[in-house]
């Protein structure tokens, strides 16, 4: 099983490590941007590159996107008949793991991303160090970006 990778994504303890693209847009202009994430497990790096400018960090799990637990039940029926149960309970999140991420840049500005998703796709956001906020895709690493 394969999950995004904190950036996507993010996220992220699925299994095979493999990487995931990223495409960016800004929310004052429609120029794209790329960067690029590993997915598989609950951390991972990433990086974006900006106008030239590339950032570089680390994403990591803050929820994931399946939860598993234990259940165990009885009954009583008629004619004293009785049963114990015990079973194993996984559940998907509807809107995917939940991911954070943090880069970056060699002149020490930085690039903060909330990214939610599974199984190699998602979207989230990104924010820079002057407040500029980019709208953010993610999709498995050789689909074609828009």
Known sequence: MKRLAALALLPIAFGCASTVQLTLM????GKLYH?????????????????????TGTWVEAAPARSTGTVTGGAWGGWGRRGWGLGTVSVDNP???????????PDGS???CDLRGGSGRGGGTCRDDKG?????QIRPAGKPAP
């Open 26 to 29: 800004p929310r004052d202009s």
């Open 35 to 55: 960067g690029t994430a590993d997915d598989g497990g609950p951390e991972g790096r990433i990086a974006i590159t900006i106008d030239d400018k590339a950032y």
């Open 95 to 105: 809107e995917g793991g939940l991911y954070k991420a943090l880069l970056t840049a």
């Open 110 to 112: 930085g690039l903060r």
């Open 132 to 136: 500029r906020e980019y709208d953010v």
